[in-house]
């Protein structure tokens, strides 16, 4: 940001017009589809009209997904990263984000300037335009974030399309995200995704934010399925135990299905820059999930992850 910066103590200070004129400096650089960006009453952007629009919002609340202690990049970088995830997730390329800020007048102004920071950094490398938004005052810091994205119609992956025989993978190590900061430096999934849906056309996708059970669970109820997966297979974050890569949550990482055929294309490439770890399979019976452990039988696993309320 520019050296009058200095001149700001706290976002009091600053008042919301300087907020915006700020910001919007920050934001001018001409991007594709951009016709009008911050600075109007609203944005005007060019659609690719074959496409499918996706459209998505996730808000960060102070003291429920982040403190003040975190680092303020870090923070930024989720806000919009959580988004892009679930653009990914549906297998989609991100496009446009507008931004709201709710938070105290007494916020100390480098903790917002650094917020944003880790935000337009991480908008940058996913080619995510940010181009509008609103700031308000509030007794916390709220950030919320809406992003579009597109995809083309046929690439579109929802979770309702497993079928009994599909092969289940994942995109990445699971399990203490939060204790090992993941959450704050995880990379969207926005490559593997548009490679699976060009390639492999996954049966049904979702990202992890909620942990493997919970939201492989949303997948199966979904698709009228059920599914088991085995522990021995389960990509597992450093010292992350069983229950943590099950229920930890905000991991992040993608869960697919692909039909045998595609499933067994996809474990034979040699792949470098990209993970794809298999972890167990879709079944035709209703009873939920099932896992087999590393020694003993297959049970029926409990439900554990993260509910909001
Ligand atoms: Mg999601």
Redesign the pocket.
């Known amino acids: 940001m520019s050296d009058r910066d200095t001149r700001f103590k706290k976002l009091s200070d600053l008042g919301e017009f300087g907020l915006i004129d700020l910001l919007e400096k920050e934001t001018r650089s001409p991007v594709e589809g951009v016709v009008k960006g911050i600075g109007d009453d609203t944005a005007v952007l060019r659609c690719a009209c074959r496409s499918r629009v996706l459209f998505t919002t996730d808000m960060l609340v102070e003291g429920i997904h982040f403190t003040q202690k975190m680092p303020p990049r870090g923070i930024g970088h989720k806000a919009i990263a959580v988004n892009i995830s679930?653009i990914a997730?549906m297998g989609g390329s991100p496009k446009f984000a507008v931004v709201s800020l709710g938070m105290p007048p007494s916020i100390p102004w480098p903790l917002i300037k650094d917020i944003y920071a880790g935000m337009r950094k991480t908008a940058r490398q996913f080619g995510v335009a940010i181009v509008g938004g609103d700031t308000v005052k509030s007794p916390q810091i709220v950030i919320n974030v809406a992003l579009l994205g597109e995809a083309r119609p046929q690439d579109v992956v929802g979770r309702d399309g497993a079928r009994a025989g599909d092969e289940i993978f994942v995109t990445g190590p699971l399990g203490r995200s939060l204790e090992s900061g993941w959450h704050l430096k995880f990379i969207p999934r926005v490559k593997e995704s548009q490679y699976l849906v060009q390639k492999f056309k996954p049966t049904a996708m979702?990202?992890i934010?909620d942990g493997l059970a919970a939201d492989l669970n949303h997948v199966l109820k979904a698709s009228r399925v059920g599914a088991v997966i085995e522990e021995a297979l389960i990509p597992q974050r450093g010292r992350a135990q069983l229950k943590e890569a099950l229920g930890g949550g905000e991991d992040f990482e993608l869960l697919f299905t692909l039909s045998p055929r595609h499933a067994d294309t996809l474990r034979k490439r040699k792949l470098k820059n990209m993970s794809f770890y298999r972890i167990g399979t879709i079944t035709s019976d209703r009873k939920g999930l099932w896992i087999k452990p590393r020694d003993g039988k297959e049970q029926a696993l409990k439900l554990s992850g993260y509910t909001h309320f």
């Open positions: 679930d997730a979702i990202d934010s």
